[in-house]
């Protein structure tokens, strides 16, 4: 088939910039005609070796194009100069996340096929509208009640929209019309694997042998709730759990919410516990999950969460919370720790009992990396998401598991 990826920015190393370059270069993978279309692109900053295995194409910004705010008009301004760049017809649009949709739906009109949305993060403007709580607000509520109305006229042109989790699927379908699945997205097996260099890292920042190392990876915002992790390790260090918290990725998108954190930091006075390292370098990422003893996810509302199944790919023992969809595939105990979001104290247990029970600590660490190797990759991902455009477009009968969900 013939399938245009779109996403509207590709300038962080983000996970639904990886889910995305990654479906796309899977999907080349599997003999067809992939091309990615962007409104930005940093070539040499987001995932360059990736990228390399098929075509981006960087349209460019739509007029107005220094301007970043609203956000709602920059999408809008970006998408009608998608719309207006392509010259090309593609069976499948592949729009990822909002508002790649709209420019998706404005090409179908002009030139054919069928748009399948990984909309991954359902579009906010219903829930900051449905709060207004003083006149400013009450206004601002005016304003996203009409780029609701307007988004939820797009989204229901969708031919299907997919999913990574039930949660968001659920969460879109109580504002929004339209054909729904969920597809799960997974990691690369032949680049996320065991046999990272854990010394260099672990000498890096100064960790003894002793020392039970928690990472985080990602960018940071503040729906990664690290705050709760930061005084789980208080917790969990005064009752004499021997823990250190490595937190790892770039500041540039909320650089308020990490001087938030520092201050916590300092705060609880954990200088010598918790280190923040920075962005870090695509190719030394499978060196930090060696370096871990467990890797933390505390994100609460979070759609998904790929960076679990990538460190788990790499044999990491994986502490998740129940408000990342990625625990609906996880089993607590089994493949996986569990524990409830924004619960400090609660993780603080999880955290000791991991620290004091490396056979349990090895035994789930095998089990989650066998999940995330054999079921949860971006080849599987491409399978089913190939299925749902070959039934779109009446090239065989997909299976009836995959079978949309009608609203």
Not at 117 to 126: A, G, I, K, R
Not at 248 to 273: E, F, I, M, T
Request: glycine fraction near 8%; include cysteine; charge should be positive.
């Amino acid at each position: 088939m013939d399938i245009a990826l779109i996403i509207h920015e590709l300038l962080v190393e983000g996970g639904g910039e990886r889910q995305c370059a990654s479906l796309a270069q899977a999907l080349a993978r599997r003999g067809h005609d992939v091309t990615l279309y962007t409104s930005a692109y940093d070539r040499a900053n987001c995932f360059p070796d990736i990228c390399k295995d098929f075509q981006v194409r960087d349209v460019g910004r739509g007029v107005l194009g220094g301007i970043k705010r609203p956000f709602f008009v920059r999408g809008c301004l970006d998408m009608k100069r998608m719309a207006s760049s392509i010259g090309k017809s593609h069976e499948i649009w592949n729009p990822h996340h909002w508002p790649a949709q709209w420019g998706a739906l404005w090409l179908r009109k002009k030139r054919g096929g069928k748009v399948v949305w990984m909309c991954n993060d359902v579009p906010d403007f219903y829930h900051k509208a449905a709060r207004p709580n003083s006149v400013k607000t009450l206004l601002l509520a005016a304003l996203y009640w009409l780029y609701f109305l307007y988004d939820r006229a797009q989204n229901s042109q969708v031919d299907r929209a997919i999913f990574v989790s039930n949660w968001a699927e659920a969460e879109y379908k109580a504002i929004l019309p339209g054909q729904t699945c969920v597809v799960r997205s997974g990691a690369d097996p032949s680049r996320f694997a065991p046999g990272g260099n854990r010394e260099a890292i672990r000498a890096r920042y100064g960790y003894l042998q002793q020392d039970f190392v928690l990472l985080w990876l990602g960018i940071f915002m503040p729906h990664r709730r690290l705050e709760d992790a930061i005084e789980a390790v208080a917790e969990a260090s005064g009752q004499g759990v021997n823990v250190k918290l490595l937190l790892a990725g770039s500041d540039r998108s909320y650089p308020k919410y990490v001087r938030a954190l520092k201050q916590l930091v300092a705060a609880r006075g954990l200088q010598d516990r918790v280190r923040f390292t920075g962005k870090v370098a695509d190719e030394e990422i499978r060196d930090f999950y060696a370096a871990c003893d467990a890797f933390l996810f505390p994100n609460d509302k979070q759609t998904w969460g790929l960076v679990v199944l990538e460190a788990m790919a790499c044999g990491c023992l994986c502490i998740v919370s129940r408000g990342a969809g990625v625990h609906e595939v996880l089993s607590d105990g089994e493949n996986a720790i569990l524990f409830t979001p924004r619960d400090a104290k609660e993780l603080a247990e999880k955290i000791a009992l991991a620290a004091n029970s490396p056979g349990l600590r090895r035994q789930t660490a095998v089990a989650g990396m066998n999940l995330a190797r054999e079921v949860y990759t971006y080849d599987h991902y491409a399978e089913q998401v190939e299925n749902i455009c070959a039934e779109l477009t009446g090239k065989n009968q997909v299976a009836r598991s995959m079978l949309p969900t009608a609203v």
